[in-house]
């Protein structure tokens, strides 16, 4: 992915070597889980994604800069405790944001009729 055809989407952000690769990643997960097509070198059909894959990705890089683990905070003598999964939150933010385009993850085997 090229930097322009990472400024050809608008997200309002500064585009780095980093986010370039994140935003590639965010569209290849756009392409491959849901039913939304595009050709994500084409400039013209980049433009034109819908406002929703294009804050998922606002979102996916948000999401890969957290760390990853526990975090804890106490204050007094009140202790709490957090985990950070990304997978978990991953699956979540694609259902929220693109929740009406997921494609399935169940998939249909033909049957094979053993005894011809």
Do not use: C, H
Request: aromatic letters at 6%; hydrophobic letters at 40%; zero cysteines.
């Amino acid at each position: 992915m090229t930097r322009e055809q990472a400024e050809s989407l608008k997200l309002g952000i500064q585009i780095s070597d980093k986010t370039l690769i994140i935003i590639e990643s965010a569209l290849d997960i756009v392409l491959s889980r849901t039913s939304i097509k595009f050709d994500k070198n084409n400039l013209e059909e980049l433009e034109m994604i819908p406002a929703r894959a294009k804050l998922f990705i606002i979102k996916y890089i948000e999401l890969m800069s957290l760390t990853e683990g526990v975090s804890s905070q106490s204050i007094s003598n009140l202790s709490m405790s957090f985990s950070q999964d990304k997978n978990e939150r991953l699956n979540n933010l694609l259902e929220e944001t693109l929740g009406n385009d997921m494609l399935s993850d169940i998939q249909f085997v033909e049957a094979v009729n053993r005894w011809e």
